[in-house]
């Protein structure tokens, strides 16, 4: 057993929707022009065909290689991450593919919650999650509601040069890591009160926002294989801010990091400049953030990324969504997530939104827009 391990050590639990997990592109447009019967016996007669990799598949995989690494050196069994694929399909409708392609690409997945069209949100707490990848916008701002970590995967073209030797995690900080108190001071009342803002309260630190539990779990991972005297470490972090590193707004940022016992490998502060190049020389596994123009920077350099929509500015974009929806398919009333919503998202094109149409916003006073103080 390797040394600071013990077999009580927790794992850390990912969801993954199988959409986020694997591209199925293809299948929603049957499903988009034909109907959810096509849909079905597209997936029978396909069940001997492998999913290719989706956008979150490079973070599985990488924290499969951790896992690896790990049982190399005589860990427990309770391995470091446990992943459960979620999904609304019916176990039929697509459950055997799923297994198949699960399989052929050497991944480790012994969960699956199939839920026929029923919310995913109330397993995760049954399933002791950490954080849920999906590509159901609504269902994630449920979940982020109800204070589970959890991020929104759109399908992307993804760059092929990230790590294979270390798993790579990119955090943002407001309304990632962090609340979005102090944005909201920037977004009301402009630069000059959010730079006094934060000199006055620099020893204060920020409230913790819908991702600080996974980074904690990471960081205690991280302790963990230091003390196991894994050198390199398999994992490292990074938070790449548009914050600036300015008196009162860098030291905060550092101070609340140090506060949580959280110590974060490497620490951009970007003071608005464009995430993309940063994140493409960090070869990242998977971005978090909250902002349309930083997911669409991410986007252009082939970085995978999970959309955080988190804060006072967030409207109901996710729920309108549901509602075209609802309205497609002929019901008059609230219905309930569709066996095949986990593949009835559209790809996104960013560069084609307007100002803020990820999370809904409309720019007026007072709501958050793509224009930022991370």
């Given at each position: 057993m390797v040394h600071g391990w013990s077999r009580d050590t927790p794992a850390v639990k990912i969801a993954v929707s199988s959409r986020a997990l694997f591209d199925q592109t293809k299948e929603y447009t049957i499903f988009k022009e034909q109907g959810v019967k096509a849909y079905t016996e597209y997936h029978h007669a396909h069940e001997e065909e492998i999913l290719e990799p989706g956008t979150a598949f490079p973070f599985i995989k990488a924290a499969h290689t951790v896992n690896a690494k790990l049982k190399e050196a005589g860990a427990p069994e309770n391995e470091l991450f446990e992943i459960v694929l979620m999904s609304h399909n019916q176990a039929d409708t697509a459950g055997i593919r799923l297994i198949r392609s699960i399989h052929h690409h050497g991944l480790k997945i012994d969960q699956m919650c199939l839920t026929?069209?029923?919310?995913?949100?109330?397993?995760?707490?049954?399933y002791d999650i950490t954080l849920y990848l999906s590509s159901h916008t609504y269902e994630v701002q449920e979940a982020l509601k109800a204070g589970f970590g959890a991020a929104a995967i759109f399908p992307q073209k993804m760059a092929e040069n990230q790590s294979v030797d270390q798993l790579r995690i990119v955090f943002d900080c407001d309304a990632v890591l962090f609340s979005d108190e102090a944005e909201q001071i920037f977004q009301t009342k402009g630069?000059?009160?959010?730079?006094?803002?934060?000199?006055?309260?620099?020893?204060?630190p920020l409230p913790e926002g819908p991702l600080k539990p996974f980074a904690v779990a990471i960081g205690k991972m991280q302790k963990r294989l230091e003390d196991a005297n894994f050198n390199p470490s398999p994992i490292r972090t990074y938070i790449v801010t548009a914050r600036?590193?300015?008196?009162?707004?860098?030291?905060?940022?550092?101070?609340?990091?140090?506060?949580?016992?959280?110590?974060?490998n490497e620490c951009n502060f970007l003071c608005g400049r464009p995430k993309g190049p940063v994140l493409s020389a960090i070869k990242a596994h998977i971005?978090?953030?909250?902002?349309?123009?930083?997911?669409?920077?991410?986007?252009?350099?082939g970085v995978p990324s999970g959309h955080v929509?988190?804060?006072?500015?967030?409207?109901?974009?996710?729920?309108?969504e549901d509602k075209q929806s609802e309205k497609?398919?002929?019901?008059?009333?609230?219905?309930?997530?569709q066996p095949h919503e986990d593949?009835?998202?559209?790809?996104?094109d960013f560069s084609s939104q307007d100002e803020g149409s990820i999370t809904g916003e409309v720019a007026t006073p007072g709501k958050r827009s793509s224009k930022r103080r991370k």
């Open positions: 026929d069209g029923a919310s995913l949100v109330g397993y995760l707490k049954a630069l000059g009160a959010f730079l006094d803002f934060e000199n006055e309260r620099m020893n204060e600036s590193s300015s008196h009162g707004s860098g030291i905060r940022t550092l101070k609340t990091l140090r506060s949580w016992g959280l110590k974060i971005f978090f953030d909250d902002t349309q123009k930083n997911i669409e920077s991410a986007h252009e350099y929509n988190f804060g006072e500015g967030v409207s109901s974009r996710a729920h309108s497609q398919e002929g019901s008059g009333s609230t219905k309930r997530p593949v009835a998202t559209e790809s996104v």
